[in-house]
């Protein structure tokens, strides 16, 4: 610059940085015609597309940040500003479904609060998908089992918190539960039996 004219200037070591990244790692950008000043860069990988800070040499032999920036491609998360998308981005239809890859966003991405109990991950089972421990039957028989283990359909990273709305007029309670690889395994445990003729409950896995 020189004043407020902006005149192209040869020779300057011009680097595209991902946030983070040091000097060395910048994608050099290459003069288009010798003494020009003006630079370039071909991206072609799809996975170098996205928001870069722009680095150069001038006052600083090891770089620095221009104050500039630019994005090639699509905008990737990298651009995106802490606390710059509002709920009313998504209300107003600017942000919808259709735009957001499909796993990519998790709980661990929102902050403590924005997370309503229609967002969490649930399972509801019923003694239907039970099997007896001595009967082997499902549902399972009262009169013959004092375990019934049911193995939750979705997968799982952590255990995660059952409910057992009991419904018939046999005292049931929850036995054990645990969590290998990815698969819940539940045990409910059949203590007493009065006028229940069979087992009728639900059950509900809640997880983040």
């Not at 990737?76 to 709920?87: E, H, K, M, S, V």
């Amino acid at each position: 610059m020189e004043g407020t004219e902006r005149k192209p200037q040869s020779g300057v070591d011009i680097r595209l940085l991902r946030p983070g990244q040091s000097w060395a790692e910048g994608k050099h950008l290459i003069e288009t015609t010798p003494n020009s000043g003006y630079y370039e860069i071909g991206i072609e990988d799809e996975a170098d597309c996205g928001f870069y800070e722009i680095w150069d040499n001038v006052g600083n032999t090891q770089g620095q940040f221009s104050g500039k920036t630019c994005t090639i491609g699509k905008l990737d998360a990298r651009g995106l500003q802490n606390n710059c998308i509002y709920g009313n981005h998504i209300l107003d239809g600017v942000v919808t479904g259709s735009k957001i890859a499909n796993e990519s966003i998790g709980t661990e991405h929102l902050q403590n609060g924005l997370l309503s109990l229609t967002k969490l991950q649930y399972e509801i089972q019923d003694q239907d998908k039970g099997v007896g421990d001595n009967s082997q039957s499902s549902p399972a028989k009262l009169t013959e089992d004092k375990i019934i283990t049911h193995t939750l359909d979705k997968e799982y990273q952590e255990l995660p918190h059952i409910i057992l709305t009991n419904q018939c007029d046999a005292f049931l309670y929850i036995a054990d539960a645990k969590i290998e690889g990815n698969l819940v395994t539940i045990m409910i445990g059949i203590s007493q039996v009065y006028t229940a003729t069979d087992p009728f409950y639900k059950l509900l896995a809640l997880a983040k």
